[in-house]
């Protein structure tokens, strides 16, 4: 009974150590980059001794990438169940509208009007200018099995769509929710009342949704055109 009491509390004060230390890198890491920010500012400003991010992490640069994933991994896995849920549902085939529109609400709620997504676009940036994430770690954890998700659903629901052309109508639908975002952000202070009804989210989503659906057709209508002739 002591032994079991007392692994639990191991477990606990492990957890804590960790996740002190992913909350003092990432600010950090925010703040000054990955290069002017050393081991020891981590874990000085985690209340922990220098050894403990290599004990828990194996090093800065795996402490680095276990910041991304604490923020990717989420985000990407609510974002294929957002997909499941309508591709799972008891009907015969996904209704396409319901199934993008079911995802772009996951992905603009899940990166709009929160810290943690302010900390994330600090992140974006720094990284953008200067690199030090693996190569192909977005394209292979999290843009793959999105696309992946996003190919099952749509060939349920259209069995006859060209396999070849999924991934341009995800990174598609993805650029313009992105672009969302941003421009949300841009505009968000703006008081002027045309600019703020043109950027409301629900409005700029249904029309993105509407968008998407229309080009996803018009994809079909190429496809039994050319098996007509």
Known sequence: MADSENNSIDENSNKSVQERLLNAAEELFCERGFEGTSIRDIAASAGCNIASVNYYFGGKQQLYEQVWQHHLIPMRDSRIASIEQISQKKEQKPN??????????????????????SRLGKLMAREYINKHLPENMFLNEIMMPT???MQKALMLTFPNLDESKIPLIVFSLIGQLVHLVHVREIFKEDTNELIQKAFNSNEIINHIVKFSCAGISAYLKEKDNEETI
């Open 96 to 117: 396409l509208e319901e199934l993008i529109k079911s995802f772009a609400d996951e992905f603009v709620g899940s990166i709009v009007d929160t810290q943690k997504t």
């Open 147 to 149: 696309v992946n998700a």
